[in-house]
């Protein structure tokens, strides 16, 4: 029962220390952005995260049903059968999102000029894929310090980055989905 307990309380540092980058984390990035640059920021978040449960098809879901009733030499290619169909229709996705992209910077930042993040949002969907199944296999594994290490570093880097791009290059919500994208590659 101890065990248990203390593998749950390494589990929720990563919780707490995310919860607590977050606190430092709008706060200081409301202090270089103006509220609806804020919203935009916002807006690609949500399409990342809408995007990112679509394209995985819960097939991380179905890793964490089949994890414990594979042998343990043949985790590595649950890993890999599991990536192989949210790859497949991200690219697909990707397609189809770069075909519109600028129709679809106009409908969710009012003007084509940002396309761009619409580019990096494929990019990071990649990441996104790659990290989830990723997070997923540590957390299987019961390596709580490694995953929660990661989400601070996922944290802590994308406040990293955003203060960065916000500072010394652009002032709007590009910045802030700049210091995502980054993060999201770093950590993976």
């Keep these: 029962m101890a065990s248990a307990f203390k593998t749950f309380l390494k589990f929720s540092i990563g919780t707490a ?5 977050s606190l430092i984390t709008i706060p200081v990035i409301t202090w270089f ?26 097939q ?4 964490i049903r089949s994890y414990n009733d594979v042998d343990k030499e043949k985790i590595p290619k649950l890993w890999a059968s599991s990536l192989f169909p949210p790859l497949l229709t991200s690219i697909v996705g990707i397609v189809f999102i770069s ?11 009012e003007k084509e000029d940002y396309a761009f993040c619409i580019d990096l949002l494929s990019f990071v969907l990649f990441c996104g894929i790659v990290n989830r199944l990723t997070q997923v296999s540590i957390r299987m594994k019961n390596n709580a310090l490694i995953y929660s290490m990661l989400q601070i570093l996922t944290a802590a880097s994308n406040l990293i980055f955003t ?3 916000a500072a010394y290059a652009k002032n709007d919500f590009s910045a802030v989905v700049l210091g995502f994208v980054c993060s999201q590659a770093f950590v993976m």
């Design 33 to 58: 952005l103006a509220p609806d640059e804020l919203g935009k920021a916002a807006m690609f978040t949500l399409v990342f995260n809408l995007l990112l449960n679509i394209f995985l098809l819960g």
């Design 60 to 63: 991380d879901q179905s890793f």
């Design 163 to 165: 203060i960065l791009f």
């Design 99 to 109: 075909l519109f992209r600028k129709n679809i910077s106009i409908l969710l930042f």
């Design 17 to 21: 220390g995310n919860a607590i980058i």
